[in-house]
């Protein structure tokens, strides 16, 4: 079994930044792409970033210049800078990661969370 912890949610202001991790363990061979999907009240989970295992990134364009996502391939984690936050980013965050436990059939897992809120 994976498991992926995610941390450093909370309250910011307004043109504030954020740092969010993800780490995950268990039994794991090695990750294939990891990302941060978001997803806000009434609406519906959406990508924010993603990152492959070779470093390659895609970002949402309402996060495009703003948003960093990045990983540490030693330490299984992975992580979102997050600058100049607006009201709009507000969302509980979800990491997700494909994992593989034998080298063959990738699995996506996924963390329980962390919320996010911009508001002065």
């Known amino acids: 079994q994976v498991q992926l912890v995610e941390s450093g949610g909370g309250l910011v202001q307004p043109g504030g930044s954020l740092r969010l991790s993800c780490a995950a363990s268990?039994?794991?061979?090695?990750?294939?792409?990891m990302g941060w999907y978001r997803q806000a009240p009434g609406k519906e989970r959406e990508l924010a970033a993603f990152?492959?295992?070779?470093?390659?990134?895609n970002y949402a364009d309402s996060v495009k210049g703003r948003f960093t996502i990045s990983r540490d391939n030693a330490k299984n984690t992975v992580y979102l800078q997050m600058n100049s936050l607006k009201p709009e980013d507000t969302a509980v965050y979800y990491c997700?990661?494909?994992?593989?436990?034998?080298?063959?059939?990738?699995?996506?897992?996924w963390g329980q969370g962390t919320q996010v809120t911009v508001s002065s």
């Open positions: 997700n990661a494909a994992v593989t436990a034998t080298g063959w059939a990738y699995h996506d897992y």
């Open positions: 268990g039994n794991i061979f090695s990750i294939n792409g």
């Open positions: 990152i492959t295992s070779g470093g390659s990134t």
